[in-house]
Structures are given as C-alpha cells and as structure tokens.
C-alpha cells in the first residue's frame, strides 16, 4: 500500500529557518556619529541622515572596496561597514588695501577688492604670491606697508599668507606706517574722573599704525613705555 503525503494540511513554518539578522555600522571618518542598524540577511538597509563635518562636503558612503554603496539595491549578507567619504570645501580669501575698504565691502556699500585668493581647499595654504600693496596719506605722502590682518571677534589679529592655514571664507586688511616717526603724548586719569591724573604724561616718537605696550609701574613715572 502507497500513501502521499498531503504537504497543504501541514503547517511547515516550523521547518523554516529565523533569518540571520546583521549589523550594519556607518564609519564617518571623523564625521558625526551614525547609530548601528540591525538588517536582516538578504534585505536592504535604510539610508541614514547625511553626517556632518566641519570644512568638508559629505560625498556618500562606501564599502572596504572603495565603491559606492547604493541603499536601494544593495543586499545585505553579512555584518558590514560603510564609510563616509568627504570633499574638502574650498574657500575665497579677499585682501582689500584699508580696514575701511574692507569695512565699505561689507556693509555692501563698495565692490572694490585689492586681491583675491579663490578655490582654496579646506585647511591648506593660500598657493601663489599675494601682491604688495601701495598707499599714500592724505596729504600725499608715501605709506609703510606693514602686513595683513584680520579681525576675530573685534581683535586685530596678523595674518601670514605662507604659513596660515585657510578654514573658512576671510576678509583680509592690510595696515599702515609712515615713514617718519611722528611726536605722541598719552595722558593718564581715573576712569571716572577725567580732571584727575594719576601719572605725569608719557611722550615719545613712533611710526603712525605702530604699536607700543605701556606696562604699569610703581612710583614715577607711574608708566613706563616698551618696545
């Protein structure tokens, strides 16, 4: 006697076996972090929000391989690692020839920019040279050039071109001496009171744009000036 087995009145789900389940982690490569997921096998894995990184351009992620890992058709099969690859961003740098010029450009009242450095990549230096510039006072005579600055949170700060590294967008001014020193007096008060000195006056000579530090002393004179 023969007998078939009739598979349709058998539940046959307990034959079959719980899919794996893999981890899928997201390596940014100094980006902000990207929580694991949990992928089961043969399945595609949800893209997650872009990370983020300061100076760069997120380009996707990839695999070990170096190939670019596409969420919609990629099936997962084992534990796996996708890294984020980034682009640097690249920056302008303005020089302007006056803290005024500088200043008119901002405030959208000139166009006017003595040079600018463009297309320079995130954290490196400004390639080429950087021109001198002229000025003349206002009575026509001959000014010092005597470097560039730039301000940070309203402090004058130098700015080397060769040796900087370019972060971000600058605006760049250049600052000026004479050339003959020129004759100065530096009076001391209280703060609240300006009638009454503290210190005889200090005098002296310097270049116009320079910069003298008065250090306070005991005894007279009260100031006493440095280089």
């Not at 980006?31 to 694991?36: E, K, N, Q, Y």
């Not at 303005?94 to 450095?117: P, R």
């Amino acid at each position: 006697v023969s007998c078939q087995v009739d598979w349709s009145l058998i539940d046959t789900s307990m034959f079959e076996k719980e899919p794996e389940v893999y981890t899928v982690s997201f390596d940014t490569q100094g980006g902000s972090a990207i929580t694991d997921m949990q992928v089961e096998e043969k399945s595609t894995v949800k893209r997650p929000k872009n990370p983020t990184k300061d100076g760069f351009e997120f380009d996707g992620w990839y695999t070990e391989n170096d190939e670019k890992f596409l969420f919609f058709s990629s099936l997962i099969k084992c534990d796996t690692t996708l890294y984020a690859k980034w682009i640097p961003k690249q920056h302008t740098v303005n020089f302007f020839k006056t803290l005024d010029q500088m200043n008119a450009y901002q405030n959208g009242e000139s166009t006017e920019v003595f040079h600018v450095a463009t297309s320079v990549t995130h954290g490196t230096l400004i390639t080429g040279t950087v021109p001198t510039p002229t000025n003349v006072s206002d009575s026509g005579a001959e000014l010092i050039f005597s470097g560039w600055f730039y301000l940070e949170n309203g402090q004058k700060k130098a700015f080397t071109p060769l040796n900087m590294p370019i972060n971000g967008d600058m605006n760049i001014f250049a600052d000026w001496s004479s050339f003959s020193p020129q004759p100065y007096r530096i009076s001391y008060y209280l703060e609240n009171n300006k009638t009454t000195k503290v210190a005889d006056d200090t005098f002296g000579m310097a270049y116009a744009g320079s910069t003298r530090t008065f250090v306070a002393k005991a005894g007279a004179p009260f100031n006493q000036l440095y280089d």
